[in-house]
């Protein structure tokens, strides 16, 4: 497990922004080491920062999802929930954290070796589930996440020392190029953002639903994007995109009819435990930045 010693290797949330090299593997585990993932494909990942799979489940388990999906998003007690994110426009659920433990359909997922294995194989070691969440994402106004890298919120208000957590986000609808699907900077996942100014008390209340601090300014997104380039991705549903966390990355807003509802697991390592927050008054809710570090499958 991590110890207590409090380097702080990323630096973020003070006077002025910065921009520094990662100091971390993206691939954690030894060169040849088993798992699901080709090796050329784990090249891919350790160059780009992500990782895109065609079908990762089949269209009947999508079909079981979708329908616990919806259970969950009816349920007038899930919608009270504190655990519930709601459009603040259309008063929609946006989304539902820590489905793993409200759900055990979405528990099964977690558990499948088609998911943790991949997560086990990037990472080398076990590991356990940092956040869930369903991202329902309905038609005609959903709003969408802007610009930011996962590991700048998780190191700075939940205390993960070191970019040893990846993210999977399972398509349950189809993803558009219309419809606010997730976009990446291929290779941003080399270079640390560390934002300027502090991180106001209870921020998570407000970033679940429009994000603010932690986000770069316009002007390094600009020198990224024109470094890295966009990638949006699309895909049936059941499909699935792997990402690095501290991949810089987003969606915009779906105006159409259509839905987009993802699954969304955040593995870390056991060795990456969070510790208290590196630029945050208090840590936030284990909800969103789990303090149970059980491995998964255990």
Known sequence: MTTDVRADLYPSRGAAEMTTP???????????????????????????GFLAIDQLVTPDEVAGYRAELDRLVADPLVRADERSIIEPKTQSVRSVFEVHKLS???????????????????????????????NVKP????????????????????????????????????????????MIMPGSHKSFVGCAGETPKDNYKKSLQMQDAGIPSDEVLTAMADRHGIKLFTGKAGSATWFDCNAMHG???????????????????????????????????????????????Y
């Open 251 to 297: 969606s915009g807003d779906n105006i159409t009819p259509y839905a987009r509802s993802n699954v969304f697991i955040v593995f870390n390592s056991v060795d990456n435990t969070a510790q208290e927050p590196f630029a945050a008054p208090v840590r936030r809710p284990d909800f969103i930045g789990a303090r149970d570090f059980t491995p998964v499958g």
């Open 22 to 48: 990662r100091q971390d593997p993206v691939i954690w585990s030894a060169p040849g080491a088993p798992g699901p993932i080709a090796a050329k494909d784990l090249q891919s990942f350790e160059h780009d």
């Open 104 to 134: 055990e359909v979405f528990a099964r997922l977690v558990r499948d070796e088609r998911v943790v294995g991949r997560a086990r194989q990037i990472l080398g070691s076990d590991v356990y589930v940092h956040q869930s969440r369903i």
């Open 139 to 182: 038609g005609f106004g959903a709003s969408g996440f802007y610009w930011h890298s996962d590991f700048e919120t998780w190191h700075a208000e939940d205390g993960l020392p070191n970019m040893r957590a990846v993210s999977v986000s399972i398509a349950l609808t189809e993803n558009l190029d219309t419809n606010g699907g997730l």
